[in-house]
């Protein structure tokens, strides 16, 4: 399923909320994110602005038959914070493309969500959890985000804005 067009209304041109898990297992129970030590920030592959990506229907060029959805960049990850069991982070959509519009109304419409983080992983381990056993990334970079139609963690919340959130981590009365 890809994300759907709406042209009617401006778009919000910002995004923030909880895009992983950490310490928890992903949705098929089978990886789970090492929080980074304490006072060690979440480490990037590259600096930021990171990708942040979506799955869209093709457009195919004049004369070319159309293909399923392809990955595609809509916008930028500018900060990531690790605050308990959460990974945080908030960005900005692209709203100069259309691809960067109809992910931020998608996002807005609730008809996706932020899926899943990216990462490079470093070193990992294994444990077992809850009866199974689980990959656990234990030194990771994030390369990018990701928004699709399901989300890879439990309990992700990721919310289209229209001005810049105050900060990554919310204060403990605004946090979800």
Known sequence: ????????????????????RLGV??????????????GQGVTTATPYP??????????PAIGMAPGG????????????AADGDKLWGRGRFHLDTEDGRDAARSLERG????AAVSIRVDEQAYRTVDGRQ?????????????????????????????EPPASTVPAPADAR
């Open 1 to 20: 399923m890809g994300i759907m067009t709406d042209t009617t209304a401006q778009p919000p041109g910002h995004w923030h909320g909880v895009v992983a």
């Open 25 to 38: 297992p992903d949705g098929d129970g089978q990886s789970l994110l090492e929080p980074p030590p304490p």
């Open 50 to 59: 990171l990708p942040l990506h979506a799955l869209l229907p093709d457009r």
């Open 69 to 80: 959805p392809t990955l595609r960049e809509v916008g930028t990850v500018d900060d990531l």
């Open 111 to 114: 008809e996706s969500t932020l």
């Open 134 to 162: 689980v990959t656990v990334y234990t030194r990771f970079a994030v390369l990018a985000a990701m928004i699709t139609d399901s989300s890879r963690f439990p309990d992700t919340v990721v919310t289209a804005l229209r």
